[in-house]
């Protein structure tokens, strides 16, 4: 995937500032780490008459296949042939969107302190992108980007120049000039409709895509002509996302329209009279559940295995009852997100002297995960694939052996009840699998018996009648020798 964007200057405001605007030095080829593969940026041209800032994006269609094992949230397509056979590496789409926030997210806010009147004035820009996926042709694609100042000029791509009969492909190359934008704004607009050109997205569309997509649409998505198919196609075409986003917006029109703020226009219901509270998100529920079965078991030292970014972790240690949190991930990216959540470089001596994180495998015995009062496996178990259960199984109860264990995992029957879940898929696309609460409460019974523990079952979530909570939850205590000679 490649884009370029490209300035003008003069000898007094030198096209380099682009440099300074983009916080990347002219005179320096980068590569940065993004979710899906690697962003580089280099500058064909830089000189002050003209410069030209590239930005190329290099993905592995096959390890994006494998990353979303075709199912689930984030899955790849249906389609067998697809998954490896596709223009992920070569088209404009969600991947460079993400990779264009990710690597120019200051420009994108328009923050620049060593040239912050540039940063604010509107440049000569031209954005060429060689190969756009572009769902409803050279029209769309002049529809979305004229009103914003643009001067667009899309070519249709032909389907195979050999054979010009076969008429021409989905694809356009794209060029926009424009004399009477920020860079932010350009950047911003791009951020928005090379998504909704390709009307597809690499991630699962959650809530908090209503908020991105209004913070890069503030001042032109409201009054965009186009307006309904942006936030439709944004928004993966979820109707309740899609609603909440036309509403905002419409409040952020009335509100330019009588020149004063969307706080004065939505003053309908005082706060203090609101009376309608937000539900508690899972996870939350799920840590109280957690905290409070410890806490119940009289736990102090606890091992958080599988602790990923570290919530759990940092929920731990608010509460003073817990003297020692270990937590443990295979992953030294989770682990370092998680040293960056707690601070840790910056916490204090005593504080520090409480919590430790260390790389592992659960699925390996590991000496240095003995002698806990309980160990905690949060939403983990679903992500190990079956045949290595009895290793974990093994690792955790037969050599750890902490006093309790609590786990954690999805309700299967409860999916039905996301209106956001296709069916017969499960909420995450690295689950292995996903239980019903029979086949949860089975395994719990069956690890129970064979290494000595007792097992308890608990709903966490809003309980359903049809199909229970959207999380189950097992405490596992381990039996006395006089429990165990009664057993």
């Known amino acids: 995937m490649f884009l370029t964007i490209s300035t003008t200057g003069t000898a007094a405001r030198p096209a380099t500032d682009l440099g300074y605007l983009l916080h990347k030095h002219p005179d320096k080829a980068q590569a940065f780490s993004t979710s899906h593969g690697t962003a580089h940026v280099f500058y064909p041209e830089a000189d002050a008459q003209r410069c030209t800032a590239a930005l190329l994006l290099e993905i592995d269609p096959v390890a994006l296949v494998r990353r979303g094992r075709g199912k689930g949230r984030g899955g790849a397509p249906d389609a067998a042939l697809s998954q490896y056979v596709n223009d992920r590496p070569y088209a404009a789409s969600s991947l460079l969107a993400v990779a264009l926030s990710n690597v120019f997210s200051s420009a994108l806010r328009g923050v620049c302190a060593a040239r912050p009147e540039r940063a604010a004035a509107p440049l000569p820009l031209r954005v060429e992108v060689p190969a756009l996926p572009a769902r409803g042709g050279p029209d769309l694609v002049r529809r979305l980007f004229a009103p914003l100042g643009w001067t667009v000029t899309a070519d249709p791509v032909p389907l195979d120049t050999a054979f010009p009969q076969w008429g021409d492909s989905r694809y356009v190359r794209l060029l926009l000039e424009s004399e009477r934008l920020t860079l932010a704004e350009a950047l911003r607009h791009l951020y928005v409709l090379l998504p909704v050109l390709d009307d597809a997205k690499h991630y699962w569309v959650s809530a908090d895509e209503v908020d991105k997509l209004l913070r890069a649409g503030e001042g032109w998505l409201a009054g965009h002509p ?3 198919l942006i936030t439709n196609r944004y928004l993966s075409r979820r109707w309740s996302l899609t609603r909440q986003a036309r509403e905002r917006l419409e409040l952020v029109r009335l509100a330019e329209a009588d020149d004063s703020e969307v706080e004065d226009i939505d003053n309908a219901v005082a706060d203090e009279t609101e009376t309608e509270e937000k539900p508690t998100p899972l996870a939350v529920l799920r840590r109280e559940a957690v905290l409070a079965a410890l806490g119940a078991a009289g736990a102090t030292r606890v091992l958080d295995l599988g602790c990923g970014q570290g919530q759990l972790v940092q929920a731990l240690l608010r509460d003073a009852r817990f003297t020692e949190v270990v937590g443990v991930d295979v992953s030294q990216r ?3 997100i998680a040293s960056r959540r707690l601070k840790l470089d910056r916490m204090g001596e005593r504080q520090a002297a409480r919590v430790k994180l260390v790389q ?10 003995g002698g806990y009062d309980a160990a905690v496996l949060s939403e983990v178990i679903e992500h190990v694939d079956p045949p290595r259960l009895p290793a974990l199984e093994y690792a955790v109860f037969g050599h750890a052996r902490p006093r309790t264990v609590v786990v954690t995992t999805p309700n299967v029957e409860y999916n039905v009840r996301w209106e956001s879940l296709p069916a017969g898929h499960v909420r995450h696309g690295d689950h292995r699998f996903e239980w019903t609460r029979e086949q949860f409460r089975a395994w ?10 007792e097992a308890g079952f608990t709903s966490v979530g809003a309980e359903d009648p049809e199909v229970g909570p959207p999380t189950q939850m ?3 205590t381990i039996r006395t020798e006089k429990e165990a000679k009664a057993a």
């Open 226 to 228: 186009e307006q309904q």
């Open 334 to 336: 989770a682990l370092a």
């Open 360 to 369: 592992g495998s659960l699925v390996y015995t590991d000496h240095r995960l």
């Open 444 to 453: 719990a019974a069956a690890v129970a018996e064979r290494y000595g523990y």
């Open 474 to 476: 097992a405490t596992f």
